[in-house]
């Protein structure tokens, strides 16, 4: 399929995709905040700038959309026209994602991942187990590594 905008105009678009205070991000954010926890937003000095860091427990939450972290779900579908730019840069992602995480390992972090596709589910049934099982999640020090 061609692409039906110009390259100036796709690349206005691209731009305006954000990578802080996505509409995901925010309502973790939320559900944390009417849950009590208090956190801090995008520290730039931790390994890969975490979206939500609550230093009381050591842990550092990721907010990842489904396309931009190639997670298998039915959000993600690699685009038909440059498949090997997509699949570079995508791939990319993946690992930085992974050596972001055993950085924050090694320094003592504990690491969450939530995603977008988990967080569409939980408002379509409106149901907060979600947000219920990360708080347990967060609560509990004896597991380093999580995904929701």
Not at 10 to 36: F, Q, Y
Not at 110 to 118: G, P
Request: glycine letters at 4%.
């Amino acid at each position: 399929m061609v692409d039906i905008t110009t390259p100036e105009i796709r690349s206005r678009m691209m731009s305006g995709i954000r990578a802080k205070n996505t509409n995901p991000e925010m309502v973790v954010r939320s559900a944390l905040h009417r849950l009590g926890f208090r956190f801090r937003l995008h520290a730039r000095e931790l390994p890969g700038t975490p979206d939500i860091i609550l230093p009381r427990y050591r842990v550092v939450i990721f907010v990842h959309g489904c396309f931009w972290h190639k997670h298998q779900c039915s959000l993600f579908k690699m685009p038909a026209t440059r498949t090997d730019f997509w699949r570079e840069k995508l791939s990319k992602n993946q690992f930085r994602d992974e050596a972001n995480i055993e950085r924050l390992h090694e320094a003592g972090w504990r690491v969450a991942t939530v995603w977008e596709c988990s967080i569409r589910a939980s408002a379509k049934t409106r149901n907060d187990s979600l947000f219920l099982g990360l708080a347990e999640w967060i609560k509990d020090v004896d597991i380093d590594e999580a995904s929701f």
